[in-house]
C-alpha cells in the first residue's frame, strides 16, 4: 500500500508517519518509484505501536528505539525479550535517596512474600518504588501488603492476557504485549480517575 | 529553611529546586538577604507535587502549570478545582478519527450504566477513549462491560482515598490528592508489570 493507505489504516496522519519514518521507528518501505513506497501490514502494525509507546506510554524517543530493538531481535529468547521491552518502558531516572532505597526494599520484599518470578535488577521494581515515594512524600503511608490479597487475581488476569497473544510471528507477538501493557494500564488509570470524580462529587459536590 | 534545607527536606537536587523556581513551578522563597531566601513547608508540599507530575507523570510543563492553577485557586470550589485538575493530567492530544469517536461512545455508555457522576466534557473519557483505540488496534477487543463488575470497588477505594485527605488547608488537600491520583495509579501499572512478567516466565520462561 502507499502511504496514503497506510495513514487510512491507522488513523495517523501522513506527516506523522513520515516523522516516523525519518526518525527510524518506522522501517522504510519498498522503494517503487522516485519519492514512492510501498508499505505492507507490517507498516500498519509497527506505527500503531509507535503511537501506543508516544502517546499513552509518553516515552521518549530513546527508550521506543530501545523497546523495538528488544520486539526485533529474534535471537533472544522471547521471555527475555519481553524483559527487555519492559525495562525499557521504565524512564530511566536518577535515584539514590535513603527513601527510595526504603521503597525498594519493601518492593523486593513484597516480590519474595507474593513468590513472583522477576529479574533481581527488572526496572519495574524502580518503578514501583518510585510511586512508593512519592505516596509518601505525600503522606499516603501505604503498605505494599495491602495489596498482597489482589495479587493472585493481577497474575490471573496476567496469564489470560498472555494467553491471548496472537498466535502468528514472533514481532506480531511482542508488538500486541507491549500495546496490551501500555494500553491496559492506562484504561485501568482513566477507570480510577472516573472513579476519583464521582467520589469528589460525592463527598464535596453536592 | 534555606534552599539545602529544602533539599534535603525533598530529596530534590538544589539545581533541580532552581530549576522549578526559574520556571515557576515553585514560588519565589522569601528574600532574606541578597542572593538567599527563606523556604517553608508549602514549598516542601509544592516541590513534591511538581515532582510527582513531572517524572510519574510525565506531564509536560504547560500541563503541570495548569495544574497548580487549578490547586491554588481557592475562589473555585473544591469539587470544580479537581476537576480542572484531573483535567490538567490528560495531556492534549489530536482526535478525530472513526475509531476514537466509536470508543467514547462506548465510555460514555459505560458512564451512564455505572451511573458515575462525571462531567460531560471531563477529559479523562477522552483518555479511556485513546486506551480503547490502542487496545482494539493491537487486536485486543476490550469490552468496557468487563468492568462493571470491578467498579464499585473501584468507587469504594476511590472514596476511602478522598475520605483519607489532610484536614487542614485546601492547597494540601489539592495537593495529596494529585499525588495520590498519579502515584496509586503508577502502582498499581507496576503490579500489573509485576505480574506480566512472572506471566511470561510461566508461560515462555520455563
Known sequence: MRIA???EATGLPVATLKY???????????ATARNQAAYDDGHVRRARLVRALLELGNLQLADIKRVLAAVDDDTVPLHDAFGVAQDAMVPPRDRDTSAYARALGDVDVFVRRNRLHVRPDAQVRGM?????????????????????????????????????????????????????????????????????????WRRFGR
Chains 1, 2 share one sequence.
Open 20 to 30: 516516523y519514518l525519518r526518525e527510524g521507528l518506522l522501517h522504510p518501505g519498498t
Open 5 to 7: 493507505a497506510l495513514s
Open 128 to 200: 514501583l518504588a518510585d510511586a512508593l515515594v512519592a505516596m509518601r512524600s505525600g503522606g499516603w503511608d501505604l503498605d505494599l501488603a495491602e495489596f498482597d490479597a489482589r495479587m493472585p487475581a493481577i497474575v490471573a488476569q496476567a496469564i489470560a492476557e498472555l494467553g491471548s497473544l496472537p498466535p502468528d510471528d514472533r514481532a506480531a507477538q511482542m508488538e500486541a504485549s507491549v500495546i496490551g501493557t501500555i494500553s491496559y494500564e492506562v484504561a485501568i488509570a482513566a477507570l480510577r480517575r472516573l472513579a476519583l470524580e464521582h467520589a469528589s
